[in-house]
């Protein structure tokens, strides 16, 4: 802590002088002039949290009561568009492929980043090249490895059934077949995030102390009870972050579903956001497409106050 | 015989991992013969410039120049201001702090899908649609989650530093700037990275406030070679070679600070 110290030192003192002048003076207006500067050093930052954060959502839950095709006069329309979506089959299919998407996805993704991390979180040869081969998925622009992955899927041409015809099993037509192509969108992300998942992981697991497996060693543990009874426990907190925030993308999916499957084929891949983009910007449905990113609102909420509860409840070590 | 087995299932790994980006390097120098002719995942021979020639004709460079307008702009933004407030709620005290960050932290729980749509609204009551302002101005002036980074940092800092500094009658930008932010160069440097990250990567915003080619960005530009049935592979793979590129390039020079950056965000 003693750097830090000695780096404030040249800034202090060409205004040393003003020492004996300044002190008296800021002792009853110091308050106040810190307020001033306060503000004004918040200020760009709360107008875009108020203009782009808060008022938005605010609309939101006005635009959900109007009937409004941008075109003509927006029209009151009280609790219409909730009405229309409790019957809106198309809406519910939708909510249904998100929630299965994000079966597909968190589960795998979760188990095979604990696993790679458990693999590299030891003294192997080349782990910095794996680990930064592992999360070089993460940086990769969705839109463009979602094209890349589309061509990939390809029944005819694709590399994966071309790989497949070469030990002899004809590979499914996947994107174009309603069985697998929401199975295969769901592989691409997680072929996106599992290395980034990992390396929370990895720090997880790097903030376990030795003297825990030592002493659960002495006590006769096997490798697999050290695991659920040192490593998992102890993992928890790593383990309400990725679930929270890797739950929460997954529900967003968007920018894949738009690469490689536009939705299709009829409405198999068509998650949520998919669904509200095209209400509002292809259908210019805007009160509608309103209601229903409130109802992702709401859903994304509940999942995650769940896992605030589910991982709650658990123990927790602090290890401090 | 244990240890082989481990570095054949992570070498699988690894190359799962980055398989997809070889392809795309392939097939950008593939002939339309050679992609007809050869497996996906064999080179092309001889490799040709072609098709990078081609995608450069169009409309591509100057998407390119959007984006990269767009992110330096975006990621400036983001530091400056994410800066200043976060400064503000980590060091100064002042009227309304703890009001003010609880509602900074609930607006991080609202996910994008949710404000696209007023967003747009917004934008279009102000005319801003299909201009760089719109394109801007609403990830502009920092996200929550930034300022949180940064106020997590902040408060990190051991508490006296700025004592003797106010003491001698330096004022909070002084301090900030003097003595504060040669302190923050590591989170600022995970900041920038994280931003310049998103924002190379946004797609659904640029898609929905833009449609001319003057504020056209490069993911749109790939979006639209895919349309119709007969797609051009060599030419998206060539677009997609020039858009992957830079963030490859920030991943080797950068790696090590992001893979710790990654763990610092999170974990905080």
Known sequence: MSRPATRTAPPVRPVAGARAEKVPATVKGGRRRGDWYAHLFIAPSLFGVVAFLLLPVLIVFGLSLFDWELLSEPRFVGLDNYARLAADGQVWHSLWVTVLFVLLCIPLQTVLALVLALLLNRRIRGVRIYRALFVVPWMATPIVMGLVWHWIFDPRDGALNRALDLVGVTGPAWLSDPTWALPAVALVNVWQHTGYTMLFFLAGLQGIPQEMYDAAATDGATPVQRFFHVTLPLLNPTMFFVSVTSLIGAFQVFDTIFAMTDGGPGHSTEAFNFTIYQTAFKEFDFGYAATLSLLLFVIILLVTLAQVRFFGKRTTYDLS | ?268
């Open chain 2, 1 to 268: 015989m244990k240890r082989t087995l481990l570095h054949a299932v992570l070498l699988a790994g690894a190359f799962v991992s980055v398989f997809p980006y070889l392809l795309v390097v392939l097939t950008a120098f593939k002939s339309q013969g050679q992609l007809n002719s050869t497996e996906p995942w064999l080179p092309g021979v001889p490799p040709t410039g072609a098709n990078l020639a081609r995608i450069l004709e169009g409309d591509f460079p100057r998407a390119l120049l959007n984006t990269v307008l767009m992110t330096a702009v975006l990621t400036a933004g983001q530091l400056v201001f994410t800066t200043f407030a976060a400064y503000a709620f980590a060091r100064l005290r002042f009227r309304g702090r703890e009001p003010l960050f609880w509602l900074y932290l609930a607006t991080m729980m609202v996910p994008g899908a949710v404000t696209v749509i007023p967003l747009f609204l917004i934008m279009r009551e102000l005319g801003l649609v299909n201009t760089w302002w719109g394109l801007l101005v609403p990830f502009l002036f920092g996200t929550p989650y930034g300022i949180f980074l940064m106020r997590q940092f902040f408060r990190g800092l051991p508490a006296g530093l700025e004592e003797a500094a106010r003491i001698d009658g330096a004022g909070p930008l002084t301090i900030l700037l003097k003595i504060m932010l040669p302190l923050c160069r590591p989170a600022l440097g995970t900041l920038a990275i994280i931003t310049v990250i998103s924002s190379w990567n946004s797609f659904l915003w640029p898609l929905i406030i833009t449609s001319g080619e003057d504020t056209k960005v490069i993911t749109v530009a790939m979006a639209t070679l895919k349309g119709g049935v007969g797609v051009d592979y060599n030419l998206l793979m060539a677009g997609g070679l020039i858009a992957l590129v830079p963030m490859v390039a920030i991943f080797i020079f950068f790696q090590r600070h992001i893979v710790r950056s990654v763990v610092l965000t999170g974990l905080k």
